[in-house]
C-alpha cells in the first residue's frame, strides 16, 4: 500500500452489533453519543442490542429508540435499527411477541448478554422466527458452561488464580442452536465468536448449506489473552478474549468470508471498569476504532483484499437485515456511504472521542486506514 493518502468509497458500513445504554445507563451512553461515533467511526447504520433497561421487548420500546435516533440521524448521518428480544424481559423464559416486533421493524432477535438456555423456548422462538423469515441472533456462552469464569485459561488467570471460561463455554452453545437451526429451518446468527473450535463448527454448518452466519470483533482479531500481562478490565470481555490459535482461526475465517464483523461497542462508566478482572463490567468501546483495528490486523498483516475487508462490513451484514428492513424500506439506497483514507498515521487517543464512556484497550495504537468524516 502506497504510503501517500489515498481515498476510497464504500457501501455504507453497517455494524449489527452494538450497546447503546438508553434507556437505562445513559451516563456511558446515550442514543445521541453512540451515533455520533458511530459517525465518526465511518458507519452509516448500527444495531442496537436490545439489553436496555427496560428491555427492547415491545414495539413501543422499538419505535422509542428509532425515534430518538431519527432527528439524530440528520445532524450525523448515521441510521439506528433496534434489535428486539427473544424472550420477554430478556429473562429466557417466554418467548416474546415476535410478531408484533417483526411488524414494528426490529432488525432481529437477540438476548444479547445472555443467553437463551431453554431448549423448547428457543425451539418455539426459532420456528416463529422462520415463519417471519427474520434472523434469531444468540450470544454463544452457556451459563451452566461458564461456572463464573471471567477469563480463559492464560498465564495472567494462573498468575492471579481467576475463575477461567472453557471453550466448551461457546461451543455447548454454538452445537445446540445449530441443531435447532436444523430442524426448524431458523436463519441463525452466532454473536461475537471467539474461538477456534467455534468457527470450524460455523464452517461444518455454512458447508452444510445452513442459513448460518457469525461475526468476528476487532478486538477478538487483535489481542489475545496470552498476551495479557495486568489485571487490567479493558482487556475483560464476554466472550473473553481467547488464545493465540482462535485468533488464527477467526482471522482466517474473515479472509474466508466465514464471519463478518460486528464490534459489540460496550460502554461502561469507569467506576464499572475499575475493579479488575473478577469483579467489573464485560466490555469495550469499539465504533470509533473499528475501521483502523480490522483494516491493520486483515489487510496489512493477514493480506486481505480492501475490496473483501470492506464487504465484511457492509455487505455480509445485509443479509441479517434484509427481511425486514432492507426489502422493505428499501435501506440499501437510503444508507450514505462509507469513504476511508488509507496512508497517513494517525494515533488512536481515546479521549478525543464522541463516545461518553473511555473503556478502551487501543489507547495509543496507531493506524493507516481512518474513516473520512
Known amino acids: 500500500m502506497a504510503e501517500s493518502a489515498t481515498t476510497l468509497s464504500f457501501p455504507g458500513f453497517v455494524d449489527v452489533h452494538v450497546h447503546f445504554r438508553d434507556p437505562g445507563m445513559t451516563e456511558a451512553e446515550t442514543t445521541a453519543s453512540g451515533l455520533a461515533a458511530a459517525a465518526r467511526g465511518g458507519f452509516a447504520a448500527v444495531v442496537t442490542m436490545p439489553n436496555t433497561t427496560p428491555a427492547c421487548d415491545s414495539p413501543e420500546a422499538i419505535c422509542w429508540q428509532r425515534d430518538q435516533g431519527s432527528g439524530i440521524r440528520d445532524q450525523v448521518g448515521c441510521v439506528i435499527l433496534p434489535s ?84 466448551e463455554t461457546e461451543t455447548k452453545a454454538i452445537r445446540r442452536d445449530l441443531s435447532l437451526c436444523r430442524t426448524t429451518g431458523c436463519r441463525l446468527h452466532i454473536q461475537h465468536i471467539s474461538t477456534a473450535a467455534g468457527v470450524a463448527l460455523v464452517r461444518d454448518a455454512q458447508r452444510e448449506g445452513l442459513p448460518v452466519t457469525a461475526e468476528a470483533t476487532p478486538h477478538h482479531l487483535l489481542l489475545t489473552c496470552d498476551d495479557l500481562v495486568a489485571d487490567d478490565a479493558n482487556f475483560k470481555m464476554a466472550p473473553p478474549l481467547g488464545n493465540r490459535e482462535d485468533q488464527a482461526e477467526l482471522r482466517k475465517a474473515v479472509k474466508d468470508g466465514v464471519l463478518m464483523f460486528a464490534t459489540d461497542h460496550a460502554p461502561h462508566p469507569a467506576a464499572k471498569k475499575s475493579l479488575g478482572f473478577l469483579k467489573s463490567a464485560n466490555g469495550i468501546i469499539g465504533l470509533e476504532t473499528a475501521i483502523p483495528i480490522t483494516y491493520a490486523v486483515m489487510v496489512e498483516e493477514e493480506g486481505m483484499p480492501v475490496e473483501k475487508w470492506a464487504e465484511a462490513w457492509w455487505k455480509m451484514p445485509r443479509w441479517l437485515l434484509n427481511a425486514n428492513l432492507a426489502n422493505s424500506t428499501n435501506l440499501a439506497n437510503e444508507l450514505s456511504e462509507t469513504k476511508i483514507e488509507l496512508g497517513e498515521e494517525r494515533v488512536i487517543d481515546v479521549n478525543s472521542f464522541a463516545s461518553l464512556s473511555r473503556n478502551c484497550p487501543y489507547h495509543g495504537l496507531k493506524g493507516r486506514c481512518w474513516p473520512c468524516n
Request: aromatic residues 4%; proline residues 2%; negative net charge.
Open 84 to 167: 428486539a428480544c427473544i424472550t420477554r424481559g430478556r429473562l429466557g423464559q417466554e418467548v416474546a411477541d415476535l410478531e408484533a416486533l417483526a411488524e414494528a421493524g426490529a432488525a432481529f432477535f437477540t438476548d444479547d448478554g445472555s443467553y437463551v438456555s431453554d431448549d423448547k423456548v428457543m425451539e418455539e422462538a426459532m420456528n416463529r422466527s422462520a415463519a417471519l423469515n427474520m434472523v434469531v441472533c444468540q450470544h454463544a456462552m452457556d451459563p451452566l458452561e461458564q461456572k463464573g469464569g471471567v477469563i480463559r485459561d492464560c498465564a495472567l488467570a494462573r498468575k492471579l488464580n481467576l475463575p477461567v471460561i472453557s471453550v
